[in-house]
């Protein structure tokens, strides 16, 4: 048994036995000022020393109760809670035995204290689920009946009070008959009663904690996804701060550029070189802004491109043909193999286009002259795998961890290429995961690196 349970069940029970041992106590002592006043109102009637013996005897029982419930509270087996409820049942029942046995020394049917059955049976209703209260009603009404007729027909003595009430009603048959029902009828409606409303009472509660942990689930929920909006909000801070200073240096270099020839500082002759930096320096920002408004596109979902069947053999070639000059132009070895027949994937035209031109591109310009660039196409049971192989600078693990984190470089990618923004994988890693796909790197320092993307097969 969990150690929640077991003590959410000790709790339970010691406030159920607690209420039933203060009970009992009150009990005792109600009955000792009940005998002491008796014995002054009818002196001689009420045999003093049973009564007081029964007194010792409840309170003994109390007392062991007590010391039960304690050892009790250091138990922990799968038989817990069955113990706890015989032992609550054990002790209402012997309650009632008591009682009956207190109304027979102190007037029997004479007394009024009778009445007081009544709590027995409304706290069996509330201590115990199911039916016990209506046990305790039946057990009450026989034992009361049986302590009635047994001294109607003289078989135990009776006690009277002497002055108290008119007649000596335990003599009354029809009189006896009708207490005997009418208490019967009473107590099953008080055990109805008390258990319908303990019934609903304990449904209320179950939902009140049920309501009670999902309250506390949902604030676990809430917590974790506050945490994530704070993580959000400050990445969303420093892409800010990294747009704003990649935007700005471009600016900044045209600027000064500009500002040299201005105040005469440039000869005629070296004008125009300093005039095609700037538009080279401008290029590059509107490169920058493009991939951008890419990047934004794509975060926001909201491409104007829509996919269709796209044959990204033809695409891959296409792209590949485009880039070979430049390829062929760093003395690079450059092949394309693409296999025959690979289906069609769902995507936009665009998209694809950018990832072949993003990955090839990657791999000429991070690749030293007299290198190797080879560009693959194939299938596998579910999905078109492409990649694109290169002998170039490579990567150490720890760069290829931030390889898609908007803005990263390695320093010998820039070291190597001057030219670049850090965006294209970004962007490349977002167009394959919209469409179910997914692309992973291998690479070694030095040595050179293998880009792959897989994109599903229509189906
Ligand atoms: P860019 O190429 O414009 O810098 P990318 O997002 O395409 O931006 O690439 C990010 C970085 O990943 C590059 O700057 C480089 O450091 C590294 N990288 C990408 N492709 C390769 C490659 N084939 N070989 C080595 N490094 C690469």
Redesign the pocket.
Known sequence: MSDQLTLSLHSRFKEHTDQLIELRWIFVILALGVISLGSRVFPGALPIPAVIALCAVMAAFNGAARAYSRRMELLNDEDLERRYTRFVYAQIILDIVFFTLFLHYTGGIENPFYVFYFVYVTAAAVVLPGRFSYCCAALCTILYSLMVVAEYAHWVPHVHLTDFVSIQRYERGLYLVVVLVSLGATLATCAYLASSIAKTLRRRERELLESNNSCEVRAGELAQLNARLADLDKARSQFVRLVTHELRAPVAAIQSYLRLILDGYVPAEKQREIIEKSERRALEQLALIGDLLDLARLQEKRGDEQPVAVDVGAVLVGVADLMRARAEDKDLLFSVEVEPGLPSVKAAPEHVKRLCT?LIS??I???EPGGIVVVTLAQNPNYVVGS?R?T????TPE?MAH?YEEF???D???AM?R????????I?KRIVESYGGRIWVE?EKGK??K?SFALPKMG
Request: charged share 20%; no cysteine; hydrophobic share 30%.
């Open positions: 993003n990657n791999a310009k991070y690749t694109v290169d170039g600078i490579g990567m760069q390889l990263y470089r390695t010998e990618a820039k290429e030219q670049g923004t850090g965006l294209g994988l970004s490349v690479s050179g690196s880009f």
